[in-house]
């Protein structure tokens, strides 16, 4: 809201500047139109096309300067040049200027300011299902994101929109993200910015998510599949909170002990299941009467899927009973062969 502020006040100000010099209802009309076009210009343009604009125009003011310079050594020696001549130098000095200037525009300090900030910064968007989820404060405590959170207006309106909802799980949610962006905005070393560009032609808030980070040049911070889709076949960086989760479990390899807490029914038959405090499954083999108990595990194997990792497990003591067995059997073969 506050860029519109100011593109109001600049329209205002060049009417009152109109007024007082021309002293006509004429003038301050064409002044007014006159910088309403320009604002709208402004609006309908990318953010990265101003340094590719400014680029090209530094380019030519490079090229005309020594296009300048090498007429007036022309000039020295033989005053009567023709004027195709020096249009000739002013068109090329310009066009070569403009486009090395432009091949070039990373390179060039007096761009740095204009470009889409993300040369001098580390840009993360941050969609809804992030700031419902919570874990990306964790994660911002720790240190391990570094840069510029941004927070686009349009995410805050639909998480307003969730928070205000009749369903009470919905509200708590939205209630929830609202929250979690306070916390994120407490934490000493992080900054948090809230972009208000809005992209009106654009309904769907995940489209605008695209279309924001490649505006800044910034990456998505998501929990959502299919904005991670969208965005990885866009070319857009998607940092994923759940992908992070996963890869971040420790390794869990066969035949070590664990405990867990058996708490509820299999779908095989005489399964139990529990969980690990990171949320990773547990399948324990016979474990189906062991519901409400925690018991000591042997993991079996580890199956990674889409939806996370499982861990196959059997009790301690179904180990040692088949290593029994085991033992019952050999000495039993060898009686026979006595």
């Given at each position: 809201?506050?860029?519109?502020?100011?593109?109001?006040?600049?329209?205002?100000?060049?009417?009152?500047?109109?007024?007082?010099?021309?002293?006509?209802?004429?003038?301050?009309?064409?002044?007014?139109?006159?910088?309403?076009?320009?604002?709208?210009?402004e609006f309908s343009l990318k953010r990265a096309l101003f340094r590719d604009i400014l680029a090209c125009l530094v380019g030519i003011s490079i090229g005309l300067a020594i296009a300048i310079l090498v007429i007036h050594a022309i000039y020295l020696v033989k005053p009567e040049g023709s004027l195709p001549l020096h249009v000739g130098i002013v068109a090329t000095f310009s066009y070569f200027g403009m486009m090395s200037v432009y091949r070039r525009r990373d390179d060039f300090p007096i761009l740095m300011l204009s470009?889409?900030?993300s040369a001098k910064h580390s840009f993360k968007v941050l969609d809804t299902s992030v700031l419902i989820d919570g874990r990306i404060a964790d994660i911002c405590q720790t240190g391990f994101l570094e840069g510029t959170i941004i927070i686009p207006r349009f995410v805050l309106k639909e998480l307003q929109y969730i928070a205000d909802s009749t369903d009470a799980l919905r509200r708590n949610k939205g209630r929830r993200g609202f929250k979690v962006l306070s916390i994120l905005?407490?934490?000493?070393?992080?900054?948090v910015e809230i972009d208000e560009e809005d992209f009106p032609d654009i309904r769907e808030?995940?489209?605008?998510?695209?279309?924001?980070?490649?505006?800044?040049?910034?990456?998505?911070?998501?929990?959502?599949?299919?904005?991670?889709?969208?965005?990885?076949?866009?070319?857009?960086?998607?940092?994923?909170?759940?992908?992070?989760?996963?890869?971040?479990?420790?390794?869990v390899l066969p035949g070590e002990l664990m405990t867990v807490?058996?708490?509820?029914?299999?779908?095989?038959?005489?399964?139990?299941?529990?969980?690990?405090?990171?949320?990773?499954?547990?399948?324990v083999e016979n474990g189906r009467q062991f519901v409400g108990q925690s018991l000591q595990v042997v993991v079996t194997s580890v199956l990674?899927?889409?939806?996370?990792?499982?861990?196959?497990?059997?009790?301690?003591?179904?180990?040692?009973?088949?290593?029994e067995q085991d033992h019952q059997r050999r000495h039993s073969r060898g009686w026979q062969r006595n």
């Open positions: 809201m506050q860029i519109w502020v100011v593109r109001a006040l600049f329209v205002i100000l060049f009417a009152m500047v109109a007024f007082l010099v021309g002293q006509s209802l004429s003038a301050v009309l064409w002044i007014t139109g006159i910088t309403m076009v320009l604002v709208a210009l470009q889409s900030r905005q407490e934490i000493p070393d992080l900054l808030v995940d489209a605008k998510l695209v279309e924001i980070a490649r505006d800044l040049g910034a990456k998505i911070i998501t929990n959502d599949f299919n904005l991670n889709k969208v965005a990885e076949i866009q070319g857009i960086t998607v940092l994923n909170i759940n992908e992070l989760a996963n890869a971040v479990k420790p390794v807490r058996v708490i509820k029914e299999g779908k095989e038959y005489n399964q139990g299941v529990g969980y690990l405090d990171d949320g990773t499954m547990v399948i990674q899927t889409n939806a996370g990792r499982m861990i196959f497990s059997r009790r301690k003591t179904d180990e040692m009973g088949d290593s």
